[in-house]
């Protein structure tokens, strides 16, 4: 199994960036994804979530209206737009995987999840 975040960077405040996480090793349809990030010296939080068939979604506030979670389950890849990025939105970003057989909803906490991408690095400069 492996989730391979990618797409972090340094961008300007007020600017975007677009993260991915392609999965491998699973049946990508089967499970619920989640974006997660973690600051220095603070512990890892919720982002973003998706249900498997993409058709609930789920923000934590402070990303609300800026950032928009997507995926395409035949490439087997989920999906961070951020826009607007702000200073406080500099991170590492971890995507993460929820196996869910029946259930099609989106999960926002770390321990509904069994699988953690390496993490890429967003940094927004002011």
């Known amino acids: 199994v492996q989730l391979q975040a990618s797409g972090g960077g340094l961008v300007q405040a007020g600017g975007s960036l677009r993260l991915s996480c392609a999965v491998s090793?699973?049946?990508?349809?089967?499970?619920?994804m989640g974006w997660f990030r973690q600051a220095p010296g603070k512990e890892r939080e919720f982002v973003a979530a998706?249900?498997?068939?993409?058709?609930?979604?789920d923000y934590a506030d402070s990303v609300k209206g800026r950032f928009t979670i997507s995926r395409d389950n035949a490439k087997n890849t989920v999906y961070l737009q951020m826009n607007s990025l702000k200073p406080e939105d500099t991170a590492v970003y971890y995507c993460?995987?929820?196996?869910?057989?029946?259930?099609?909803?989106?999960?926002?906490?770390?321990?509904?999840?069994?699988?953690w991408g390496q993490g890429t690095q967003v940094t927004v400069s002011s």
């Open positions: 998706i249900s498997r068939s993409g058709s609930f979604t």
């Open positions: 993460a995987a929820s196996y869910q057989r029946y259930s099609d909803r989106y999960y926002n906490t770390r321990e509904d999840y069994d699988y």
């Open positions: 090793g699973r049946t990508f349809s089967s499970d619920a």
